[in-house]
């Protein structure tokens, strides 16, 4: 028997051996995942007042990265420790982990549920990604809280888990605020709209919510959330609304129509081809579709309709980009657009001058990106053609600057950027030549810093 210890770490050796395949899924390099935990580590000790950006950045990388999010597992536990709710470097951290499926999230989740606030709507945005059975409890406590935001919230988590059949959650629905029923919209379905379908049993609350809200942005991002879980409801409601009342009004309704009709088809088991809306975006139009305030003027749908390649936003997009030097990020996106599916070659030579002299340097770190997405895939609706490679060797040869850059929002799409081009991103780069790396998820998160 005592060679027994001896028998132990000879079994022990192959698995050690198999260790550095983990490794090989680690995409960001060592010095710009330094560059990230060193910033991390700056904003524990001392709150920066770009704290949006370096939040933003993270949240775009740190889903590529297994070591980096190990570093935001350590800062988490840190803000958990202090009550650093309101913090948006903890929202993006804690959704980061949580969309990731990090075996830490649900010991995080619990200690900040215990919260007087339950750890804000970014805590119980990320419960509803969180599956482990040990949130039950916690959970259901916090459904039956006076409080009918947090109530409400805590149950959306419940019906997203499949713990709960929505009754509950219809019974809240109305006695939701209007400032809470904004928050919610932003902080707990933008987030969902964009993630795998959540149970139908959703559906009946946000008939509620959607009865009470006047944005139509705000009504759009409820209605996708239903939409994907199945309920065909705000679909038939857009389309009655698109063929009544004034034409602003039916111009605007045709629009969230043709979106929940692609939404629905994103979900369908079969694919389902859509046609592009042939309605023409204006200003006023994309700012409405969008779920920011108005006066923001974002132009999220706009782009929307850019990717479904709807031949009817191509004058908008050129009313965008039409002066050179291009001066803006939305600028900068609608050349690229115009770059790969309008063959405008023009738009080709303003990308590059950007991506290589913009003053600043958010703006050219953007125009990198923006000029790898302009190489994929061309050609307007339906007719796809091949890219022009060369773009996107030139943003990749640019992007090594933008690695080394002081600016933190530069890092990190010089980061996304040569994470593309090495064929990390999403599906396999090789097999997806369509991928777009300026996709509207990073951009908000790393150009706006929009945490949600």
Known sequence: MAIQPGKAKRVEAPVSQRKPSIARAEIIDKATRARFEAELDGALKRRPASEVKLAGALRAVASLSPALR?????????????????????????????EADDRHVPTLLKTALAADDAGGNATLSAA?????????????????????????????ARVCRRESNGAHLSSIAPM?????????????????????????????????????????????????????AGDTGPFEEATAKSQLGPSSARAAWSLVAWA?????????????????????????????????????RDTTFLFRMAR?????????????????????????????????????????????????????????????????????????????????????????????DLVISRCISSVA???LVRA?????????ERSDPSFVVA????????QWGWLE
């Open 70 to 98: 190990g570093s935001l597992v350590d800062a988490t536990q840190v803000m958990v420790r202090r009550g650093s709710f309101t913090r948006e470097i903890y929202g993006a951290c804690l959704r980061t982990l949580a």
């Open 128 to 156: 509803s990604f969180c599956k482990d059975p040990s949130l039950t409890a916690p959970l259901a406590k916090l459904a039956a809280s006076r409080q009918s935001h947090l109530a409400f919230g805590a149950e959306t």
């Open 176 to 228: 939701i605020k209007e400032s809470h029923r904004i928050a919610l919209c932003v902080e707990l379905f933008v987030p969902l709209a964009r993630s795998a379908p959540v149970p139908v049993h959703v559906g009946p609350a946000l008939a509620v919510l959607r009865g009470a809200e006047r944005h139509l942005g705000r009504w759009l991002v409820l209605a996708d959330v239903a939409a994907k």
């Open 260 to 296: 929940l009709s692609d939404t629905r088809a994103s979900v369908a088991p079969v694919p389902v081809a859509v046609t592009p809306p042939s309605t023409r975006p204006t200003v006023e139009l994309v700012a409405r579709l969008s779920d920011r305030p108005s006066a923001d």
């Open 308 to 400: 479904a390649r709807a031949a009817s936003c191509k004058p908008m997009l050129e009313g965008l980009a039409k002066t050179t030097p291009l001066m803006d990020e939305v600028a900068v996106r609608a050349a690229s657009y115009l770059a790969r599916d309008h063959g405008r070659s023009d738009m080709k030579e303003a990308l590059v001058d950007c991506a290589q002299n913009a003053k600043r340097d958010e703006l050219r770190a953007f125009a990198v990106a923006a000029l790898w997405d302009a190489g994929g895939p061309s050609g307007p609706a339906g007719a796809v053609g091949a890219g022009d490679a060369s773009l996107r060797e030139k943003a990749r040869d640019l992007s090594d």
């Open 413 to 415: 799409w010089g980061a």
């Open 420 to 428: 593309a081009h090495a064929g990390a991103m999403g599906k396999n």
């Open 439 to 446: 996709a509207e998820t990073p951009f908000r998160w790393v």
